[in-house]
């Protein structure tokens, strides 16, 4: 059973998950991040210490280490733990579209991606976040899942290819959606029109493909055909080129 943890990385992913994994029980020992400041200011709050050199990074006795860096990061980050004496520890990182032979380089090493955004000032409900696994080692493998299971209900064994298709439809539905979002924030605002107005609407359309295929609860002018209203919507965003674009590719896409 995974127990004694050390997590490598201060943002918003490393403190989300660091403050779950404490709050169930488990022990958070260090946090690593190049700026002393962050690793001390996350420690504090999950009764750890923080660290930024390697060298001060303590092995004997844990159980895992979690790398939860930016992508690009994670190449550098296990070059950097191959060099330590750390071989008999099982090390993951949390990112959804990068490889796990990105830590190949270690002897025992997995994912553990929480499918979720996270972002400042928001608590995330973590019993309903799913948490994707992986190891080569069918061992890690249970342990991970064993570790998801204490932190949510929704733990999933995936494979790579499986991961990458999760993580590229999870860009399509938050951060593609939050851009048009943004669109329609701008929109409404050149009327001075709150964007709380949409907020009922953004509600309704999440609520309502819970448990029915997105396809079926396609509505708007598109689907109907409305070719007046269409052009009349075309016509409004003159003015905004790349929305009008947009709005274009999306009609087209509905209607085909």
Excluded at 98 to 117: E, K, T, V
Excluded at 165 to 174: C, P
Aim: charged share 20%; glycine share 6%; hydrophobic share 45%.
């Amino acid at each position: 059973m995974i127990q004694t943890i050390s997590i490598v990385g201060a943002g918003k992913v490393a403190t989300h998950l660091s403050k779950r994994l404490q709050a169930c029980g488990l022990t958070i020992r260090q946090i690593y991040s190049r700026q002393l400041k962050d690793a001390q200011e996350l420690a504090a709050a999950v009764k750890a210490e923080g660290v930024n050199q390697w060298k001060d990074l303590q092995f004997s006795g844990l159980d895992l280490l979690i790398i939860a860096v930016k992508d690009q990061a994670i190449p550098e980050v296990a070059q950097h733990l191959s060099t330590l004496p750390s071989h008999s520890i099982l090390v993951v990182h949390t990112s959804g579209s990068s490889p796990l032979s990105w830590l190949n380089a270690l002897p025992r090493h997995g994912i553990f991606y929480p499918l979720q955004s996270f972002s400042p000032g928001r608590e995330p409900n973590f019993e309903q976040i799913p948490i994707c696994v992986e190891a080569p080692n069918p061992v890690d493998q249970n342990l991970l899942v064993e570790l998801g299971q204490r932190i949510s209900q929704k733990v999933q064994i995936t494979s790579e290819a499986d991961r990458r298709s999760l993580h590229l439809a999870a860009v399509f539905v938050n951060n593609f959606a939050n851009h048009l979002y943004q669109i329609a924030a701008k929109i409404l605002a050149e009327r001075h029109l709150p964007f709380d107005l949409l907020l009922p609407l953004i509600q309704e359309t999440a609520a309502k493909i819970q448990g029915h295929d997105p396809a079926e609860m396609q509505t708007g002018p598109a689907l109907r055909g409305d070719r007046a209203t269409i052009e009349r919507h075309l016509d409004m965003l003159e003015e905004h080129p790349e929305w009008r674009e947009l709005y274009g590719v999306f009609t087209a896409l509905i209607r085909a």
